[in-house]
């Protein structure tokens, strides 16, 4: 009986550790540490309290990855500063890819490496690219699953900006 | 004369050691039975996203650069984790997809093994029980008559 029960458990365990549903609009933002893309070294969103943070989930492989880049960067180069930031999350990507996929586009904002996915996991996304904007509570304010466009980031991220050059 | 056939012998074996050295490169397909797509979820060999795309070029450049089967996984697990490895390694928490199995089958084996003696212990046992009863006297005289009807 001891067994049975002791198999059962360890069943529920794993289906509880693999079932994370994920983050919502309000919910506070997974903050686990994670690798630098380059350079060495972690972060992690709790890095970031205090500022606009625009989470980008992406990987070097995805197409529509390769199509937002240039206007994340754009926006970045409008927006970013002490009060606001695009955080780049390479996804279940090779490093040495993700690192190319960076200079390719000329990626100025900061970039984590989240190799085995766990982080995109436990962010609750289906894919990449998804979009979080986490505001300096370290709170979901705005969720875009699939590829965000230049219209969405002037129409609905810039207005929460502080403003000027955030 | 000998030393002559000595010089050849080894020639030979120069010759042919490289490509012995050649068949005993792992091959992707080998590769891509033991890993996973992270992306996919399933068997490497049985994916075909672009993530998949990625990660079979990565090992066949490996491949390609003579790494070992070891190495190759190794490399695979420093990029995608150890999740990306089909059948765990068995060391750690991984060491649980072995054992349990092997613990459970025991426990299940004693188990039986105790109700079985218990079962037999109560007077359960087919031996206990002596076979079926034969037809008694009036039957078999019966018996034998039907049969005698018959011209077996």
């Given at each position: 009986m001891l067994a049975v029960a002791a198999i059962v458990g360890l069943l529920v365990f794993g289906l509880v550790s693999k079932g994370s549903s994920?983050?919502?609009?309000?919910?506070?933002?997974?903050?686990g540490p994670l690798p630098r893309?380059?350079?060495?070294?972690?972060?992690?969103?709790?890095?970031?309290r205090g500022r606009w943070v625009l989470v980008n989930f992406w990987a070097s492989w995805c197409i529509p990855c390769r199509e937002e880049a240039p206007a994340l960067e754009r926006f970045q180069r409008q927006h970013g500063g002490p009060k606001f930031t695009v955080l780049g999350i390479d996804s279940?990507?090779?490093?040495?890819?993700?690192?190319?996929?960076?200079?390719?586009?000329?990626?100025?904002?900061?970039?984590?490496?989240?190799?085995?996915?766990?982080?995109?996991?436990d962010y609750g996304t289906t894919g990449v690219p998804e979009n979080f904007l986490v505001d300096p509570a370290g709170k979901v304010r705005l969720l875009v699953r699939g590829p965000i466009t230049e219209e969405y980031l002037r129409e609905q991220v810039a207005p929460l900006l502080p403003e000027g050059k955030s | 004369m000998r030393a002559r056939l000595v010089l050849v012998a080894l020639a030979v074996l120069a010759a042919l050691a490289p490509a012995a050295v050649a068949q005993?490169?792992?091959?992707?397909?080998?590769?891509?039975?033991?890993?996973?797509?992270?992306?996919?979820g399933t068997l490497l060999q049985l994916a075909e996203a672009p993530q998949a795309q990625q990660q079979k070029a990565f090992i066949a450049r490996l491949i390609e650069e003579g790494r070992s089967e070891e190495q190759i996984k190794d490399a695979l697990v420093a990029e995608y984790g150890d999740e990306v490895l089909?059948?765990?390694?068995?060391?750690?928490?991984?060491?649980?997809?072995?054992?349990?199995?092997?613990?459970?089958?025991?426990?299940?084996?004693?188990?039986?093994?105790?109700g079985v003696m218990r079962w037999?212990?109560?007077?359960?046992?087919?031996?206990?029980?002596?076979g079926p009863a034969g037809p008694s006297g009036e039957e078999a005289t019966r018996l034998d008559a039907d049969l005698a009807r018959y011209d077996l």
């Open positions: 994920g983050v919502a609009i309000g919910d506070p933002v997974p903050d893309l380059e350079g060495g070294g972690t972060e992690s969103l709790a890095d970031y279940r990507d090779l490093s040495s890819d993700g690192r190319g996929f960076v200079r390719e586009y000329g990626l100025s904002y900061p970039q984590l490496r989240d190799g085995d996915g766990d982080a995109a996991q | 005993q490169r792992v091959t992707l397909a080998e590769i891509e039975e033991e890993v996973m797509c992270p992306v996919c089909a059948v765990p390694e068995g060391s750690g928490f991984n060491l649980s997809a072995y054992v349990v199995p092997i613990v459970a089958f025991l426990i299940a084996a004693i188990a039986l093994a105790i037999r212990r109560a007077g359960g046992g087919p031996s206990d029980r002596g």
